[in-house]
């Protein structure tokens, strides 16, 4: 058996087992080596029960105190009983288990392991695992579980059990390193390191194995834009685009004028198009900078000059809305251009029409989700691509946009705030344009963090707001309610809210399950301000602009993240109205006031960004959030940013000394980096 042979091969694994593999892309033994755990489970030492911290995973001894009780309906029962130490008592429930009733009522000292969350009565233990006898739990003290990522009839310890014997074929010719720059950075050889991604005996073992996978998997991406760069130096401008009158006159006409920091990106841009060589540009500006005025500017000018333009957004709600302001802006300018939307949601006989006019060059502003790098979507002379959002796509989408024309220019315009020299080399292939200056209307927006019994005062001035014109956003987390969470859900929220405002207030609701043309419906109605409170979850997270919204109040703040609290943030405070944003939170814990704090004292992007990383401190490894950004399997573009530097050198003097790759010592290394381009490209064409 080596890293090739099929999963089969091991024991216990026959073809049901290997089917529930395949489902999570488990083929072969080298395969599941590298399915590495989503987490860890740590079995800490038990605390106190006094000591038991809300939001934390937690262990504690106790005795059982009083009755055990089952209580609610045959769907879901809920188990209920205190365990009570020295120190306090502490309430615990499980859902559907109500034989525990029976089985734990026998006395004796018990240990649970759960996590503490607040509920309305107070702190609770939710569902936590039993070790009883309390010595159970002394078998697994201070060690780490790993935790896979699962489907549904595969067991964590199926994958356990299967992993275990998989390592006693690892095969050091796996290893893509060079060997010099596994002395060079001290890395662990890989057969040990590919053991402890699994089976760390500790903190510091895993986060050293974790480290080498890291740089690997960055050193790969990296090398593989410079490759794209390359390229790309060499396309030559197919697609000259001279300035038009048209964009001055529409320019003029425009209700505000251009920011100076909007002026200088706008001839950046120019600039490019009309060079010698294709564009690849990153215009990069924080939530509300105003990036969408220039995308719809470079795709006017494509337009105007006979060419297609097309931009791509990752939600349809999104994509809706820049089409429907391009439309307007035709329209109101009297621009003889033709916009198209194409999104999945589309019947087949709508987008067989919009293939049409695309492949006719009918339409020449094209505006759509991934539905436009489909295969049926022919683009008649597409000289420009836009995504919107990029840091919602891979590379990969990216290319496949561009790959529907013969070397078009392309422009990638994202929010996420991340350091020059971080974005020089994530966005290696691309020049980097900055809006760093917010539009002259603009107000800061006022924050508050408060505890749930606010509310009323936020209604009431949520009240006052509708009643002078203004709109609010309420997000929930969830879209309807659930038992095993205790979260605000938005179908009973905006029937609630609806009451709560007496009828005088028109509240509507939005969520992801919906239909998209309820989606469009309701998203039309909130911009023109027939529905006043929009309740929803984070599906309006990205690039929604209704400027005339000036409430966002965010329930249970504690759920999300902080980039992703401060993109919601960024729905208001669009236009010249003062706007307000109010984080509602269930949650006492420490580390969530300290958290929500930060966004609390800023408004900035950047700021929240690097606190966030303070607040988290460079040891978090198993707090690591993915921050999403450019899909890294391990990598966290933010917390390993010191790994990405590195691995960015490593790959500049790997290239100095052996440009095409081809020296025995880089062999594995390029064998590795073909597959991830073909593997890039297989994903594209999909
Ligand atoms: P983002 O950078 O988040 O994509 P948008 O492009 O959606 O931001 O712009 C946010 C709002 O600011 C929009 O309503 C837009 O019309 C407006 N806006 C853009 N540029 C300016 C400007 N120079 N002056 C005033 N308002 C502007
Ligand atoms: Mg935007």
């Known amino acids: 058996m080596n890293e090739r042979s099929k999963i089969s091969e091991l024991k216990g694994i026959g073809e049901k087992t290997e089917k529930l593999f395949e489902k999570i892309g488990v083929r072969t033994v080298g395969g599941l080596i590298r399915y590495y755990p989503r987490s860890y489970e740590i079995f800490e030492d038990p605390v106190p029960i006094a000591e038991a911290c809300e939001g934390r995973i937690c262990t504690v001894t106790g005795a059982v105190f009083g009755r055990i009780q089952v209580s609610g309906n045959r769907n879901m029962q809920v188990t209920t009983l205190y365990l009570k130490d020295l120190t306090g008592t502490l309430k615990v429930i499980w859902f559907r288990m109500p034989f525990l009733r029976n089985t734990l009522a026998k006395g004796g000292p018990l240990t649970l392991r759960g996590r503490i969350v607040r509920r309305r009565d107070g702190l609770v233990m939710e569902h936590p695992d039993i070790y009883c006898p309390s010595s159970k739990y002394e078998e697994k003290r201070n060690t780490m579980q790993p935790v896979y990522a699962l489907t549904a009839g595969l067991s964590n310890n199926t994958v356990i059990k299967a992993v275990r014997q998989a390592l006693g074929c690892v095969d050091a010719g796996q290893d893509i390193l060079p060997e010099s720059l596994v002395r060079m950075y001290g890395f662990m050889p890989y057969e040990n390191a590919v053991a402890k991604m699994h089976f760390p005996d500790g903190k510091d073992e895993f986060a050293e194995a974790r480290r080498r996978f890291v740089f690997e998997e960055f050193l790969v991406f990296v090398l593989s834009l410079r490759r794209l760069r390359d390229e790309e130096n060499r396309a030559e401008n197919r697609f000259v685009l001279r300035d ?124 759509g989700t991934h539905a436009l790098i489909q295969e049926k979507a022919v683009y008649k002379n597409l000289a420009l691509v836009v995504t919107d959002e990029q840091h919602r796509f891979g590379v990969k989408q990216r290319e496949a946009l561009a790959g529907k024309g013969n ?280």
């Open 244 to 367: 038009q009158p048209e964009i001055g006159r529409f320019l003029e006409a425009l209700p505000y004028s251009l920011t100076g920091a909007q002026r200088r990106v706008w001839k950046e841009i120019k600039a490019d198009m009309q060079g010698g060589h294709v564009m690849s540009r990153l215009v990069q500006g924080d939530v509300g900078s105003g990036k969408t005025v220039i995308a719809f500017l470079a795709l006017l000018l494509a337009g105007l000059n006979g060419c297609q333009g097309a931009l791509m957004a990752p939600t349809e709600v999104l994509a809706r809305q820049h089409f429907e302001n391009i439309s307007g802006m035709l329209d109101k300018y009297g621009l003889p251009l033709k916009a198209e939307l194409l999104t999945g949601s589309m019947t087949a006989k709508q987008k067989k029409e919009a293939y049409g006019r695309i492949e006719s060059g009918e339409s020449s502003i094209i505006i």
């Open 407 to 686: 070397t078009p220019h392309i422009l990638v315009m994202s929010a996420t705030p991340i350091p020059r020299t971080l974005a020089i080399i994530l966005y290696g292939d691309l020049d980097i344009s900055v809006i760093d200056e917010m539009p002259k209307n603009r107000l800061p927006i006022k924050n508050c963090v408060v505890d749930t019994s606010y509310r009323k005062t936020a209604y009431e001035f949520m009240r006052k707001q509708t009643a002078a014109g203004r709109q609010c956003y309420v997000i929930c987390p969830m879209v309807e309610e659930s038992e095993a969470l205790d979260a605000e859900n938005v179908l009973d929220y905006s029937q609630m809210l609806a009451e709560a405002m007496g009828g005088q207030v028109r509240v509507g609701c939005l969520h992801g399950r919906m239909k998209q043309q309820e989606k469009d419906e309701i998203m039309d109605a909130f911009g023109k301000n027939e529905i006043q409170i929009l309740v929803s979850t984070t599906v309006i997270e990205v690039g929604i602009d209704v400027p005339n919204a000036s409430v966002i109040m965010i329930e249970n703040a504690e759920r999300f993240g902080l980039a992703q609290l401060h993109q919601l943030r960024g729905r208001v405070g669009r236009g010249k109205y003062q706007s307000y944003c109010i984080f509602m939170t269930g949650s006492k814990a420490k580390e969530t006031k300290e958290r929500l704090d930060i966004l609390n004292r800023s408004n900035d992007g950047f700021f929240i960004a690097g606190e966030d990383l303070r607040l988290r401190g460079p040891g978090d490894l198993f707090g690591i959030r993915q921050s999403g950004l450019m899909n890294f399997k391990l990598g966290d573009v933010f917390q390993d940013s010191s790994i990405l530097r590195q691995a960015a050198e490593a790959a500049g003097e790997i290239l100095r000394a052996d440009p095409e790759l081809s020296s025995p010592e880089n062999k594995k290394l390029s064998a590795a980096l073909e597959r991830y381009i073909t593997d890039q490209n297989l994903e594209a064409t999909l």
